[in-house]
């Protein structure tokens, strides 16, 4: 079963959202929204599928990273998020959440071997 099929987003905080998003599209023309941006680019086996990758910066006061206390969160792309988190559970991996579907894809979040946590994405296009 494939697992990660690549990076889907990452995800830091910060002391002033506006200010980072304003310096980063001055400084390196990154195309920022008040949710960071997305990059897209294109499928290496189907070039007709496009994917995306998010960059977003968070507040620094954010809960949304924890449990972790790490500034940052690492969002992976996978196939078949419903299997790998059965797979993962039983490799007693800790699995912090249900699987949560949107029109744009499936997520759930776990935590790695040091308490990272991770976001886990299956792409509604996949």
């Not at 697992?3 to 001055?26: H, L, R």
């Not at 949304?64 to 490799?91: G, Q, T, W």
Request: glycine share 6%.
């Amino acid at each position: 079963m494939k697992k990660v099929t690549g990076i889907g987003g990452i995800f830091f905080k910060c002391k002033d959202t506006n200010a980072v998003n304003e310096w980063y599209k001055n400084h390196l023309g990154l195309d920022t929204t008040p949710y960071g941006v997305s990059f897209e680019w294109l499928d290496k086996e189907n070039s007709a599928v496009k994917g995306t990758t998010q960059w977003s910066p968070f507040a620094e006061s954010t809960k949304y990273f924890e449990p972790s206390s790490k500034d940052f969160m690492i969002n992976y792309r996978v196939e078949n998020l419903v299997a790998l988190v059965e797979e993962l559970k039983k490799e007693q991996v800790t699995v912090l959440d249900e699987i949560a579907t949107y029109d744009y894809g499936k997520f759930v979040h776990i935590l790695d071997l040091e308490g990272n946590k991770i976001q886990l994405w299956e792409p509604a296009n996949e």
